[in-house]
């Protein structure tokens, strides 16, 4: 399967913990993107990357929030002291490059307890 | 302020049936409009895009209608079929910014 990957599907935590999901993008796709989708409604935007360049983040990003692509490949999205309202669906997508279809992984679903 | 509306929350339909599903935007330099299909447990997969220079596209049983003026673009699915029982999000996005923005949407049921 070569369509975006993202590691754990299930995270179940207490609150206060930090957590932390990794994506993995579909192959030479230069665009990363992280979205959240709760119960119910449609995803919302995080923040996306270009390459390792972080280019757009969402006022939904707290500070509690911070994603990293270090090399330009995979992605990683940290939540420090997670809170209730943190638990949704984490979802990644990635595209080949500006303004194109982006294609999304089956996601990290948190539960915060 | 929720910049795309989609309508209906629901839907059920026949088999062989057509299903349409609307959405509303309020931004106009929106330029690129997506619909999305999503199952239970999966993240949602891309079904057919439209821009703004065209009135119409269809790939298959999937025609999207695009109405400027009006600011609003459909999602018609013809001979519909059980396995596309799904939520279906419209969504758009403007040049420039890479964010989608998506609506609420719509979880049809396709009965045999």
């Known amino acids: 399967d070569t369509g975006v990957s993202q590691n754990p599907r299930h995270k179940i935590t207490k609150r206060g913990q930090n957590v932390t999901f990794r994506c993995d993008p579909i192959s030479e796709h230069n665009r990363l993107y992280w979205y959240r989708q709760t119960l119910g409604q449609g995803p919302e935007f995080l923040t996306y990357f270009q390459n390792e360049a972080q280019l757009e983040k969402s006022r939904l990003l707290s500070d509690r929030f911070s994603a990293e692509r270090p090399k330009g490949s995979f992605s990683t999205l940290e939540i420090q002291r997670t809170e209730q309202g943190d638990s949704a669906m984490y979802l990644c997508?990635?595209?080949?490059?500006?303004?194109?279809?982006?294609?999304f992984g089956d996601g990290t679903r948190l539960s915060i307890l | 302020q929720q910049q795309v509306k989609q309508s209906p929350q629901s839907l059920i339909v026949q088999k062989g049936g057509i299903s349409i599903i609307n959405c509303a935007y309020e931004n106009t330099a929106f330029d690129y409009f997506p619909w999305y299909q999503q199952f239970p447990g999966k993240g949602p997969a891309l079904l057919i895009a439209?821009?703004?220079?065209?009135s119409e596209k269809k790939e298959g049983r999937f025609t999207i209608s695009f109405n400027k003026s009006a600011k609003q673009f459909s999602l018609h699915i013809m001979d519909s079929q059980p396995g596309d029982s799904a939520t279906y999000f419209c969504a758009a996005s403007r040049g420039g910014s890479e964010k989608l923005v998506f609506g609420k949407g719509t979880k049809l049921t396709v009965n045999p």
């Open positions: 439209i821009r703004p220079d065209v």
């Open positions: 997508a990635s595209s080949v490059g500006p303004s194109q279809p982006q294609h």
